[in-house]
């Protein structure tokens, strides 16, 4: 199972805080994929090159791997000055 987290704006576009995804997920792109499936309205923000990914709390990318028990997060890019 892959603990999956949302924060920021993506939180509210999602309409959730957190999934849990037993279906497994060998890299970061394989889980966006299952979750589009399960969550087809989530695609266009999973798939926005500038949401940014973080595997056990250390930044990621789509090719980062994933095994059982992971914890992943979605977050928007962050901005300020």
């Given at each position: 199972?892959?603990?999956?987290?949302?924060?920021?704006?993506?939180?509210?576009?999602?309409?959730?805080?957190?999934?849990?995804?037993?279906?497994?997920?060998?890299?970061?792109?394989?889980?966006?994929?299952?979750?589009?499936?399960?969550?087809?309205?989530?695609?266009?923000y999973?798939?926005?090159?500038?949401?940014?990914?973080?595997?056990?709390?250390t930044?990621?990318?789509?090719?980062?791997?994933?095994?059982?028990?992971?914890?992943?997060?979605?977050?928007?890019?962050?901005?300020?000055?």
């Open positions: 199972m892959i603990q999956v987290l949302f924060f920021g704006q993506l939180k509210d576009q999602v309409n959730t805080p957190s999934v849990k995804v037993d279906e497994v997920a060998t890299r970061v792109a394989e889980l966006k994929k299952i979750l589009g499936s399960m969550h087809p309205h989530w695609r266009p999973l798939s926005n090159h500038s949401t940014l990914v973080a595997v056990n709390q930044i990621g990318d789509d090719e980062t791997p994933l095994s059982d028990g992971d914890e992943v997060a979605f977050f928007p890019p962050v901005t300020g000055g």
